[in-house]
């Protein structure tokens, strides 16, 4: 056998990280196949490589019994100790039957399962280079468009990135550099395959991670978000130490750390509000801009009643009703909107309700003009 072949084996372990062990279990597998194949032997065989002379040996295996029933694969104590007198019934004997031409065939052989088995080898590695990337945001650039998906080369492997999972007011152009969200990785017979997102909410908090140390080193905890891609997204962000605004944190000088995310998601509104673990001042928060006059928490059905002021209604309930049905996402209780003269109809309200309730709320919206009707 040719020494080039060991050569190109340590090759593919150095250039692609490919265990040398691994490679060399698949050349033994193939020499096996290829001498049972070509010499219609059913026996165990042991096939013996040896680097230094690139040589190789094929070996029988067979039982020693008292009687032998199967001579491919059992050889009588007799015989057994004419080799060896220390073979005991139930040992195994190994005997060399190496064919003369066996290099040629084996050679052919091997090539195409090693090539098999190196194909299947680095589907493994490019698997574990990509398998931790799950929920992460990687940046690719687009290779090639068709009627089900925009396919995204990421280095070593291409993602697909489905329709569903794209941003509806976003064109997707050929080589444009594209960040993605990994909603999974998938090892199948094809290969490595990697599920990527542009409308997943975990894009929108992994990048404000990117944008904010606080969120990065935990000093600011991102508690809820909710997005209607391309459109208008609303996350709610918390920091245990009262000296530190998570609000402040998140949007940045002259709002130039949000501004960063929202030109990434080509002008996606963004609203950024102060979690609270009371439904009354999160729900508030929540429906930011809207100032709210009062919320009635209903704990059993976890539901809402928000009263706003009159001049407000349309500003609280949003466009399409978005505004309202974001601030239900987010903070997981129903809301059910009403204007300040509707609640007072309904004796939901009196006079000393009077004023705005929390006119300080603690939240930021980059667009309250784009919440009207």
């Known amino acids: 056998m040719s020494s080039q072949l060991f050569d190109a084996i340590d090759y593919l372990e150095k250039e692609k990280g ?5 490679l060399m279990e698949a050349l033994e597998a193939a020499l096996i196949s290829a001498y049972k194949k070509n010499f219609k032997s059913a026996s165990n065989v042991r096939v013996d490589i040896d680097e230094e002379t690139a040589s190789l040996r094929v070996f029988s295996r067979k039982t020693v019994v008292d009687e032998v029933e199967n001579s491919q694969e059992e050889l009588s104590l007799d015989e057994a100790r004419e080799i060896d007198p220390n073979y005991e019934t139930d040992d195994v004997v190994e005997v060399e039957v190496t064919p003369k031409d066996f290099g040629r065939i084996a050679a052919q052989a091997a090539k195409q399962v090693v090539t098999q088995r190196v194909r299947e080898a680095e589907r493994g590695v490019i698997f574990s280079e990509y398998a931790d990337r799950e929920e992460d945001v990687m940046t690719g650039i687009i290779s090639r468009k068709d009627p089900r998906f925009v396919y995204v080369n990421l280095g070593k492997i291409e993602a697909k990135l489905a329709e569903s999972e794209q941003m509806p007011t ?9 960040k993605v969200f990994v909603t999974k990785v998938e090892n199948t017979g094809k290969g490595p395959q990697i599920y990527i997102s542009r409308s997943h909410p975990g894009l929108l908090k992994r990048l404000f991670e990117m944008e904010v140390p606080e969120i990065y080193d935990g000093t600011v905890e991102i508690k809820s978000v909710a997005r209607e891609a391309g459109d208008r997204s609303k996350i709610s962000v918390h920091a245990d130490d009262p000296e530190i605004d998570a609000v402040g944190s998140c949007v940045g000088q002259r709002g130039q750390r949000i501004q960063v995310v929202v030109d990434e998601l080509k002008g996606e509104k963004i609203d950024v509000v102060e979690w609270s673990e009371d439904p009354i001042v999160y729900v508030s928060n929540a429906l930011s801009p809207s100032k709210v006059v009062d919320v009635l928490v209903d704990e059993e059905d976890k ?3 928000v009263i706003v002021p009159d001049y ?13 049905r974001l601030a239900a996402k987010l903070t997981g209780w129903k809301i059910d909107i009403k ?4 609640a007072r109809e309904e004796g939901l309200l009196t006079d000393d309700d009077d004023g705005v309730f929390d006119d300080d709320n603690d939240a930021y919206s980059d667009n309250e003009e784009d919440l009207f009707e």
């Open 170 to 178: 976003e064109e997707y152009y050929v080589h444009d550099r594209l």
């Open 303 to 305: 539901a809402t009643t």
């Open 339 to 342: 204007s300040e003269s509707e």
């Open 18 to 22: 490919i265990d040398k062990d691994i």
């Open 312 to 324: 407000q209604l349309s500003l609280a309930i949003g466009k399409r009703g978005q505004n309202a």
